[in-house]
């Protein structure tokens, strides 16, 4: 966020308001003050701000409205504390940082948690600054959490950079570093590997928070390995039962409410049916995409959702503000609204059905009825990092052809099948028919071509191998360079022609997704920023987005979100089978495997 | 505490253990795990530890288990995180910090945050690094506050030595130093005082946790202004109201069950009948007397007596365990049982009739069945810390006549009186006999004198006053060196030769309370250090101390504690009337009055 002072250098300000010595710049009047530390209501109270933060709370703050103090009446309004997002990729939404920002603060979010691991990828510790760089510039409070696991599997990938624990021990002191970012190489943890015990190491000696990511429904000696190895947080629990023994054990299990994650449901039974103390547990997104930002939100659908599930709306509410402030150490700032902390304020007709109507962020009025009043200038982002596509040439036809030695007859393909909204992907093995040395997809059967396209380094590798599952029924291709995690350039298609424009395509616009049919672009979403984000508003690339989709639909595709399959996979840190631009790789034995079998 | 590694230093044993590959250094099998994390009783679990903290909590750690590992049974017991007492003074027991420890360590403290508030009025910040150095050689965590009132009344009192705000600014960061001592002038500090400002802003910066002190009912402008300024807890809460409105702006009320403060029953009501959020709330002692330790016990007493009025168990344990931990910060070593915090183990049959069976400490086995099993020399302080008392002569009779210019007849002399159990004295006037120019007690209406002799810089300085409430109906006298806050020596008698041998002979000692019966001493405490305490064990003080009071009693004095208000004579900071060594005091005007009116 932009720097905000620290309490202890307005504290004299606020002691003269409260005491009535001098005026208040804000004061908020007569709401219902949503107490989110004792878990209460407390009609008829007001806010009196100064400095950006909140001077005083009490039945009348009338004698601390001066001639010039603006007075915003919240009469019949809950007033609560701004939501905050303990554990989010700002990527994944495709947008920047400003526009996420623009697009959630009129929803009541005043502190989002970013794991900039994608960029990281791309564009290593630079981009992780230059995130930094944009994060200090808002007016919410963005905290970035620096990317622990860049590439996300050494040696079975090379990413567009490496961060490496001297990275981290450097990093993790700057300014607006909140802790360690989601420590994803969990057998490593467990296995004492001496890269991730000094980043943990480094990140704890400075009193910051170390972020977990233990993904796996096994609890037995490995789990425990990792939890005595400090991680303090895991979003990765699925069922109730690993959120219960994380939270037992000191962990903080961030139940994830995202597009694709759907895991409050489940979890959060364990405070609405058994009643486990709320103090341990915490809600967050993870990774949300421009449309659900645009059209659903984002705390204020995961406050709505987790309501609907039988979650008291206080409690709700405490996952999202008192809990995550303490867990990162930033309580005495935010969380709640209380003297000394910022005048992060949301006003609301209601908990129950709750919708931001008001938005105040450091004691200004910022957002609404879901208009941003604050001026917010699009991100210029430097040259460099819209200069993501590292291409030795122009890809032709033939770059998507896999030649073997035989002339002709048929070969037994390692073949990766996708499933909708499952991330594993399964190992399949398909007999594929050879045309002149060259290994033919079979269309029929929805064997398609897949192809991984080196792009950090212009080293033109193109790995090829197939895919099943994407169902194109006519000449069609779809490129991203969104792609968990190294971030190279996926495309699958039917034809291959159609893939090598659609990789043109946006080897040309710098990045994005482009869906090719029948030779033409049919649909075209530009991540200029490191191949990875628009340089568009939310909306914009919500719409571009839901094109792109139904252009894949159109050409054959039964997935509802295909574009979600292609992106992952060359994810080869989940099973179990994933195409890295060092070849195939087994994620179930962590090794490469031939596209065809000898 | 003795310096224990933190956890990313041993983290990588931990994981070993946890994972299986090494064995742990203590495995406690089979008891009911206490989690105050997320208030439930586990049955069944066994705990391993390795360097002093816990690698895994499990069902089965058989696997843990070595050769060399001690296995300690606690099939049925209770297992649960060591007891935190959240704000206390060590010299209120009159014992050394050693003793302090060897008295609780058996009842299940295992942590203690101490204010030595009381030796820094005598020593200053030479007294707090002596504090501090002896805290960092004891088995348990002892963490000392920086105290920030010193002295406690400026301009009113001069105590034996001053605390500065830059005193605080380098204090703050030594290792041990948890936080800044109650702020005890919370008038200066709601009329933005710039010393009392820059010692907050100094602990602040530093990260660590401001102590508050608002000891007034009045909950109005002066009330918001002191919250505004930061301090973030305050143990001066005596009603429920004045708890929740606290905990409900940020503060975390530090609810008292001491040997003299119970807090506790009207204040728990906020949890037990109005079901706030436990987790605002805190439990500690500030003040314990030797004999309470000995006979009632420490934390253990106040988790009792929670219970007993209605609390439940499990949340009266998160007030003196994690919630402690949390608002210190000090949440990843202790306050809970979980991987990487320390292996401070309570183990007890219940937590209804809680009674601590062994205690576990840095993983330890430290005291079993109240018996104290750790080697635990007494410290040895340096010979300066026993030579606080500077007389200018010996004491004589005359010293405490009280002399005027008339020489017969009567005076209206202003006079304290006393009354047990109340800090607050009153301010009485009453006709005084004059002969031969000396002001004369009137015994028989219990108008007795009292006199404060200069102490710490050897003025030779005696201030006379006259005092009402003793009871003392035979020649006597009784002095102390425990004389709050300033710590000068307080004699009352009824004889002014006795009133001299008793003073005298606290010299002789070096401190201490002494009762004089007709000429002869008819029980001494020795505190020999900094004249506050003694170099015995709590038991011999506890002992000590009681003869004291029964020689106080059988010179006639009604109150069941007379030493306490004798100590608190020369208080400047709590109403009406108060002998300071500047003068007898007003301390509802605060400013000095004469003794005999003109």
């Known amino acids: 966020m932009r720097a905000r002072k620290p309490w202890h250098e307005v504290a004299p300000q606020l002691v003269d308001v409260a005491t009535g010595r001098a005026p208040a710049e804000l004061v908020v009047r007569g709401g219902r003050w949503v107490n989110v530390l004792t878990r209460e209501l407390l009609p008829g109270m007001d806010i009196a701000v100064r400095a950006g ?40 939404s495709m947008c920047t940082i400003t526009e996420y920002v623009r697009a959630v603060l009129p929803r009541g979010t005043t502190a989002i948690f970013a794991d900039p691991h994608e960029i990281a990828n791309v564009f290593g510790l630079d981009g992780v600054r230059m995130m930094v760089e944009e994060a200090a510039a808002m007016p919410i409070n963005v905290f970035i959490q620096m990317p622990s696991c860049v590439p ?99 962990q903080r299990p961030m139940i994830r409410y995202g597009s694709a ?30 449309a659900t930002l645009v059209q659903e939100g984002h705390m204020d659908r995961v406050l709505r959702h987790a309501i609907d599930e039988g979650c008291d709306p206080l409690v709700a509410l405490q996952l999202m503000t008192i809990n995550t402030a303490r867990h990162f150490g930033v309580d005495r700032d935010l969380g709640c609204l209380a003297p000394g902390r910022y005048a992060d304020i949301v006003l609301a007709d209601s908990l129950e059905d709750f919708r931001a109507a008001a938005v105040i962020v450091n004691g200004e009025l910022a957002a609404q009825d879901g208009d941003l009043l604050l001026d917010l200038p699009p991100w210029q982002h ?80 193109v790995v090829n191998g197939f895919v099943y599952g994407f169902g194109f029924n006519l000449p069609c291709a779809v490129a991203s360079t969104v792609a968990h995690d190294s971030h190279h350039l996926l495309v699958v ?24 049919r029948e030779g033409e672009v049919a649909a075209l979403v530009g991540l200029p920023i490191a191949g990875l984000m628009s340089d568009q508003r939310a909306e914009v690339v919500a719409q571009q987005s839901a094109q792109m989709l139904a252009a894949m639909r159109e050409c054959g595709c039964r997935m509802e979100n295909g574009f979600m399959q292609l992106a992952l996979l060359a994810l080869v840190v989940i099973p179990e089978l994933r195409l890295s631009d060092m070849g195939l790789v087994d994620v179930t ?7 065809i079998e000898a």
């Open 589 to 595: 034995r962590f090794e490469r495997v031939p596209v």
């Open 261 to 290: 994650w759907h895991d409050v449901a489940a979890q959060i039974r364990a405070i609405t049916e058994r009643g486990l103390d709320p103090q341990q547990f915490i809600l967050c997104t993870d990774d949300v995409h421009a």
């Open 53 to 92: 933060r909140i001077a005083c709370i009490v039945a009348d703050a009338g004698y601390c409205i001066g001639p010039d103090t603006r007075v915003i009446e919240a009469a019949g309004l809950c007033m609560l504390p701004g939501l905050a997002d303990a554990h989010m990729h700002v990527e994944s």
């Open 493 to 516: 298609g039917s034809d291959d022609g159609d893939m090598a424009l659609a990789v043109n395509t946006l080897a040309r616009i710098g990045g994005g997704v482009a869906v090719v």
């Open 152 to 250: 996300s599997a050494p040696g079975l990938e090379n990413a567009g950079a490496e961060i490496t624990a001297e990275d981290v021990a450097q990093a993790i002191h700057w300014p607006g570093i909140i802790g360690l970012g989601e420590v994803m190489n969990f057998p490593a943890v467990a296995a004492n590997d001496g890269a991730m015990r000094d980043m943990i190491a480094a990140t704890m000696r400075s009193g910051k928070t170390v972020g977990g990511h233990y993904a796996s429904p096994a609890m037995e000696r490995e789990f425990h390995g990792y939890l005595a190895a400090g991680p303090a947080d895991d979003h990765e629990t699925m069922r109730e039962r690993e959120a219960i023994e994380r939270a037992r054990r000191g």
């Open 382 to 461: 430097e040259q460099r990092f819209r200069q993501s596509l590292h291409l030795a040439r122009e890809l032709v036809a033939t770059d998507f052809q896999l030649r073997v030695a035989q002339v002709k007859g048929e070969v037994r393909a390692n073949v990766i099948g996708v499933t909708e909204n499952q991330a594993p992907t399964t190992h399949l093995r398909r007999q594929l028919r050879v045309v002149d040395h060259v290994v033919q997809p079979d269309r029929e059967n929805d064997v398609l071509r897949a192809a991984l396209v080196e792009r950090h380094r212009a080293t033109g590798e």
